[in-house]
DNA sequence: CTCATTCTATACCGTTCGGTATATTGTGTC
DNA sequence: GACACAATATACCGAACGGTATAGAATGAG
């Protein structure tokens, strides 16, 4: 591994274990074996660094849920296939999907919190854009398409992050099964 | 307002808008307009300040909360009512319920985390209970009361959350119908 | 071999961090 | 008036903060 991707890599490590605010870059470099100018050669700044470790590790869950979030005629299937590859993406990347949640509950004005917005905003986007396709079928979401979708987000997420708890981080399973029945039990409550 | 409750006071301000650890003890005492030496008379460290903090404006809360969490042989109106007092508290006092929020799913190896677990543990606690006490009639719990519990306060804790986002943090509004939608939502899943 | 470019280290910058030793100012008590 | 005690300010501490000026090593191209 080189310089810049053990760095991206530590910056994770700590960043979730502690938070942006209360970790160093020292200490960073330090836990990579490299010094100050190196960090600061491939990332400008420490706040170029998290911007940089959000991108990678963000980007490509992006495309996967681009993809998944495609619109096929059935609003339930598209929403499991959405929550399944959040899922999915919490299993591999846990540390990530744990700093991740955490940046989008930090403070507003925080350095933190605007770094991670733009990836809120495209995965907010991405949920979204199902509940404005199924518009049609539906036809009574009444301008409400943001409401269900922040709902569902704050759903999954949440259920997600408690499995991956219990489970102590790793050999976290969340089954075909228990996904639909979330997805169920939040449909059931915008069609009643 | 005497000094030890402005100092409070402020540092639910920044704590709120930046952060805890993007927060520094001089910034509060000059809002604050008193001087570091009289912060650490009252609170003898930074992280006794969100100690006390925390402790002030959340165990008012807790006493309400334990109250309404009294299991009267009806779950449905238990949850509600548990439910119904986090939504009065947060509109109460946005800014500490925001605050609570953002500790609640920062770094758990990072002091404010700390801080936050007692507080933490008591709501799971109180929410727990209720399902501990419908467990006699409902009977087919199979010791899954932790994790219905945490789902519940998950689903409340975010929906609340959006609630007073969306309306700009003061002017919420959270009716018992929406309350008892929200609690139906939930048991639904329960229950199938 | 030479030169440009990329990458990395030594050593340092000014600022801010959380925290404190010491002294002074009320304020009510005897 | 003397005393105790709570409350506050001045001035300071060493350490850690994010960041950088400068120079040296490595690498590939001509």
Redesign the interface.
Known sequence: MDNREMILETALDL?????Y??VGVQEIVERSGVTKPTLYYYFKSKYGLLEQLLESRGEPFMERLHKACAYEGDLRNTLSAAAGELASFAKQEPKFYT?F??L?????????YQAVRPLVIRLQQEIEQIFVSAAGILGNMHGRQR?FS??FI??IL??I??KLE?NGGLRMTISQEEIH??V???M??IY?
């Open positions: 960043f979730y274990a502690r938070g605010d209360a700093l949640l955490a989008y509950h930090s403070a507003k004005e925080n350095e933190a409401q922040l709902g704050g759903l949440y259920d992050k408690m219990v029945s979330l169920h039990q939040f059931h409550g009643s």
